[in-house]
């Protein structure tokens, strides 16, 4: 698949919950290609000022009109810096970069559990495979109610399900007690969000619990800092049984199983990259 370097006009910037915020921009080419999960690597500021590009997946894609809208939260300079942009302008963007989830031949049950920002490659899957007869869950943990992606932005066909920290919308904690009751209905289940949760669903994975069946498709979107995105820097590498796995390349979607290794290694940090 092509990867273009594209300078993206940015069409609209807006809060749609506490922190969250949705970039509407024209991307022709890029939204002519993009997958669910894929990601693209967006110049936040007007020059070179951070260096370093963000990575960010797309929420959702209208490839007729050209456009593709990023969900993100502003948790640092970058982020801060793409808030600050104004209708009109011109984003550099380079994607869409990395590889797609896999998705069963046949129309299924999909089980989709996201944290946070995590929501983002789950919605645009949502869209993608509910024409072609899917049925589709998604479950959502945030810290409160005011932190989670907004009703109208998912599917309507989307069965969307909270749960919250503190108990202000849908379930009261983490977002991982939900996946008991729907494990057993699903025939794919996919997941993105912040470390602890995949901490969480790895440590219930090896013990079996929720009936697991190791046959089940069972795949991780990550959500790595980057430095290049092209495979160059390895700045993103995760440790997997093949060895040293670049996220922007060979991922940014592994089967759970791989990731047992570097989840259980990982220093037990909260919160979202600085971006």
Same mark, same amino acid.
């Given at each position: 698949?092509?990867?273009?370097? %594209? =300078?993206?006009?940015?069409?609209?910037? %807006?809060? *749609?919950?506490?922190?969250?915020?949705?970039?509407?921009?024209?991307?022709?080419? #890029?939204?002519?290609?993009?997958?669910?999960?894929?990601?693209?690597?967006?110049?936040?500021?007007?020059? #070179? !000022? @951070?260096?370093?590009?963000?990575?960010?997946?797309?929420?959702?894609? !209208? =490839?007729?009109? &050209? +456009?593709? !809208? #990023?969900?993100? /939260?502003?948790?640092?300079?970058?982020? %801060?810096?793409?808030?600050? =942009?104004?209708?009109?302008? %011109?984003?550099? /963007?380079?994607?869409?970069?990395?590889?797609?989830?896999? *998705?069963?031949?046949?129309?299924?049950?999909?089980?989709?559990?996201?944290?946070? #920002?995590?929501?983002?490659?789950? *919605?645009?899957?949502?869209?993608?495979?509910?024409?072609?007869?899917?049925?589709?869950?998604?479950?959502? &943990?945030?810290?409160?109610?005011?932190?989670?992606?907004?009703?109208?932005? $998912?599917?309507?066909? *989307?069965?969307?399900?909270?749960?919250?920290?503190?108990? +202000?919308?849908?379930?009261?904690? @983490?977002?991982?007690?939900?996946?008991?009751?729907?494990?057993?209905?699903?025939?794919?289940?996919?997941?993105?969000?912040?470390?602890?949760?995949?901490?969480?669903?790895?440590?219930?994975?090896?013990?079996?619990?929720?009936?697991?069946?190791?046959?089940?498709?069972?795949?991780?979107?990550?959500?790595?800092?980057?430095?290049?995105?092209?495979?160059?820097?390895?700045?993103?590498?995760?440790?997997? @049984? =093949?060895?040293?796995?670049?996220?922007?390349?060979?991922?940014? $979607?592994?089967?759970?199983?791989?990731?047992?290794?570097?989840?259980?290694?990982?220093?037990?940090?909260?919160?979202?990259? !600085?971006?």
């Amino acid at each position: 698949m092509a990867v273009y370097q %594209e =300078r993206a006009t940015l069409i609209s910037n %807006e809060t *749609v919950a506490d922190g969250l915020l949705i970039a509407r921009v024209h991307s022709p080419q #890029i939204a002519s290609q993009c997958q669910p999960a894929q990601f693209v690597h967006v110049r936040c500021g007007d020059g #070179i !000022d @951070p260096l370093l590009l963000r990575p960010f997946s797309m929420l959702t894609v !209208d =490839r007729e009109a &050209g +456009t593709l !809208d #990023i969900l993100y /939260q502003v948790v640092g300079r970058g982020t %801060e810096l793409l808030k600050n =942009r104004r209708v009109g302008d %011109e984003i550099l /963007q380079l994607g869409p970069l990395g590889k797609t989830f896999a *998705v069963p031949p046949n129309p299924g049950n999909l089980l989709l559990v996201g944290g946070g #920002i995590g929501a983002a490659p789950l *919605v645009f899957l949502a869209e993608t495979v509910i024409p072609k007869g899917y049925s589709v869950t998604l479950l959502s &943990g945030a810290r409160t109610a005011a932190r989670h992606l907004p009703a109208e932005h $998912v599917p309507s066909a *989307v069965e969307y399900v909270l749960a919250t920290d503190d108990g +202000t919308a849908g379930y009261h904690g @983490p977002v991982t007690d939900l996946i008991a009751d729907y494990f057993l209905w699903s025939d794919a289940v996919y997941i993105c969000g912040p470390w602890p949760m995949l901490t969480a669903i790895d440590a219930a994975y090896q013990a079996r619990v929720w009936g697991w069946n190791s046959k089940k498709p069972i795949q991780v979107s990550l959500e790595n800092q980057m430095g290049c995105a092209m495979g160059v820097c390895l700045g993103c590498v995760v440790t997997t @049984p =093949r060895g040293f796995q670049r996220v922007c390349r060979d991922g940014p $979607v592994f089967a759970l199983r791989d990731l047992h290794t570097e989840i259980v290694s990982r220093p037990k940090l909260t919160g979202s990259p !600085d971006r």
